[in-house]
């Protein structure tokens, strides 16, 4: 199939590459691409068309059209003429059912051809109704192009890397490496991107192959260069797209043996292939007559050269045998040919200008649109600028005799001329409208091939000019992409606190919590429940969020911010407070500690760190008061020992006095536990005597260590996060987000003594004023089962078979032996024994409201 | 959305490296009528056009800082830091 070696081809002769097409061993040459070296080895028909599975072969050879999409190594729809071989790749093709040869799906062009016009999804297979199902299972099956492994996964990596350029220049044509060269000859940082393989050139970055995607808001320029997405940001954007052939409409235009220039030039020039043995060109320019040159190089007899420009013919028609073209016949003469070249014009490829912001007008003289008015950066150079020599402006389409082949405007969504008609005769006149309902230009080649004739058809059936049409919007992507590559690198980012991996070797079962991974428990949550009411438990909670609020200003700052008051703290005494927005929405609680005059140490809740550091700066870049806001929150470890024996244990590893007078409920104190400089506050999430200690990351495994060692004899045992939110429901402390919502706030959540009402100003004041003199609409509060069953979380509370409150927390406390639980209700029923029902498995099961804490009510245990 | 916005401290960047607050509010000076409130709290304006609004520089220095950008265009007249008399607050629901 090849002819003899010739000066400046592309293969290198000397170097056989051997890969696998449906099986079978296909040698190719270095320099070749499987498309071209399938054409070597004889293979003409490279796909099946899109509805009516019509043979398809080699067209414009550029990647530019539908026909050579195969499936290479489980990738499907790669363009196989221009995909470089390499050794052994898997290559089979797609969209047939059957064989490229013997496609059964076939059938459809001879025989479907009345039950699939332009639009037939939206009436034919609809009735009977019944049927649905059994045309659905039909339609999916053969609808899409090309199939993904469910399987495989993530088999590539994709990254996304941002760039800057002084000067891109997106394509490296004549003009592209024109510009680009001289560019940089002035000093500029230059990069070009260019779809072609890669090549040097002076001074320039040349990125290849690569191409553009599109051009977004603030000159933003995408770059997809092999399973990398380059983000360039560019002060002057050069577009140097060129010109992209045009097909002619004539019945039998897809036949496979019809080809558009470049296909010819390359086959030549670049693989030493000879296209057929008898040519007829059919052409609107001297570009498309000059391929004559190559035939006759190959080898293939040029039968008939027809200019479009000096005396174009009234009719064309190809005919062809098992989908091969055979003749063309041109005013009722009947040519006999294998090879077809046809060419109506090039029209540039304006679409990333487009994007771009600039105006798309239509010159009659070519029959072209060109790009007009660009935005300011941006150039357009070479032919998609208009640079080309004159052409003919073709006919929209040729018809030939009676029962002529099918004329396709669109070949990768199989429409014909017949289609287009039709959907104007249905009143689509409108170009954008059209689109969409004949889906031309909506294909692979993203209107490459089809949105120039279509105008064009458009305009002679609406009976005006191409300018009257328009264009149809253009819009990224300009190049297929695959998903993989926009979807970028697969990350989860996970946080870990520094005693993580204790954690894991001890055999906790962990789980999410915003970002954080945490422990769910480490064996049995119920227990672990019962070793902190019994002996001494530990939990891990660096991942608590920790600020530093310190200036002369602090207390004012805090006290605006919090509805609590700060400033009349002692030293070393911890406040609980709660945060609120101006609309009194709960935002987050936590504790303030008051370590210094002028020094206030915060914690908040685990998830809501960021947005409370966020909220600390937003409001002091208005009020600019005088305090830094120093975050923490990683540099500190924090661990909970809770527990009858906690006192004991810490009392083993600190010299400080841990007596109930050396320090008391609420104190915080700055001393070293295990030789570790801690911040330890006593505090009682849980409910137990407790102590919170608050030291730098680094130690994390040490001092928890250090504490399951020196507390061995006390039965101390670490416990999770399920065994934590059931000891916390039993002292009815609320969690931010799960007993609270975007309506909650301190009043109505049973926390009134928070609100200093009698400050000048806070954050969300007037709201909870505004909710006093209203009244309250409802009321958190506790309650516990009579039956012992634990109702959902978001269970609905009934009064008299009409809703009254939901439910927001809800477990069964081993300790207690009963299901209890915290919900919103009616304010009428929030009194303590008021007996409610709760929805449950369909039914309702009983329960009393309760206002107090299930566990030590009075805090006699916590204040111990 | 792909704009660049410069920040009063690095300069333009990328607009996904900010959070965006939504538009000045302006909090009451003395104690709002239940009506003021409501129209602080929970009412926009939305204009089609330059508004100015809060950025916050969240993956870069943290710097909270307002914008006046045309919203039709995305064009950002300029950017600065918050003149702290004029009690333009956080926007908070």
Known sequence: MRFPEQPNERIDRSRPVRFFFHGRAVEGFEGDTIGSALFASGRRVFSRSFKYHRRRGLLCCSGGCPNCLMRVDGVPNVRVCVEPVREGIQVRAQNVLGSLERDLLAVVDHFAGPFTPVGFYYRTMIRPRRFWPLYETFLRHVAGLGR??????????????????????????????????????????????????????????????????????????????????????????????????????????????????????????????????????????????????????????????????????????????????????????????????????????????????????????????????????VEAIGSVAGEQEPAAVPAASFDGADGQDRCFVCICEDVTDKDVKRAIAEGFDSIELAKRYTTVTMGPCQGRLCHVPSIRLYARENETDEAAIGTTTARPPWAPVSLGLLAGRGHEPAKRTSIHHRHKEAGATMMWTGVWRRPHSYSHAGNETLSVHEAVGVIDVSTLGKLVVQGPEAAPFLELLYPNRFGDMKLGRIRYGVLESDAGRIMDDGTIGRLGEDQYYVTTTSTGADTVIEWFEWWNAVWGMEVEIVNLTGALAAVNIAGPHARELLGRLTDVDVSNEGISYLDAKEAFVAGVPCLILRIGFVGELGYELHFPSPYGEYVWDTLLEHGADLGIRPFGLEPQRILRLEKMHILVGQDTDSESNVLEAGMPWIAKLDKDDFVGKWALEHVQARGFREQLVGFEMTNGVVPPEGGQIVLGGRSAGRVTSARLSPHLGRAIGMAWVRPELAQEGAEIEIKVDGGVANARVRLKPFFDPEGERLRS | MSFLLPCPNCGPRDVNEFAYAGEVTHRPRITPSQRELSSYVYFRRNVAGVQREWWYHRFGCELWFLAERDTRTNEVLKTELPLRDEAEAPTTQ
């Open chain 1, 148 to 377: 993904l492994d469910k399987h495989v996964g993530r088999s590539r990596r994709f990254d996304t890397e941002h760039r800057r350029a002084e000067v891109l220049v997106i394509g490296g044509g004549r003009s592209g490496r024109e510009a680009a060269t001289s560019a940089a000859a002035a000093g500029r940082q230059v990069v070009l991107v260019d779809e072609r393989s890669a090549f040097d050139l002076d001074g320039v970055e040349v990125l290849a192959p690569a191409r553009a995607i599109g051009i977004y808001e603030g000159g933003l320029v995408p770059v997809d260069a092999d399973g990398v997405l380059y983000r360039f940001r560019a002060e002057r954007i050069v577009v140097a797209t060129g010109a992209l052939e045009q097909p002619l409409l004539f019945p039998g235009n897809d036949l496979v043996g019809v080809y558009l220039p470049a296909a010819v030039r390359r086959l030549v020039d670049e693989w030493s292939l000879k296209p057929g043995e008898r040519a007829v060109i059919v052409s609107a320019d001297e570009r498309g007559l000059a391929v004559a040159d190559q035939l006759e190089r190959a080898g293939t007899r040029v039968v008939e050269r027809i200019d479009l420009r000096s005396a174009p013919p009234r009719r064309i028609a190809a005919r062809g045998r098992r989908g091969r073209l055979c003749a063309v016949a041109v005013d009722g003469r009947e040519l006999e040919c294998d090879t077809l070249v046809m060419s109506g014009g090039r029209q540039p490829a304006y679409s990333l200008l487009a994007q771009a912001g600039a105006r798309i007008e239509y010159e009659f003289e070519r029959g072209i649109f060109l790009p007009a008015d660009l935005p300011p950066n």
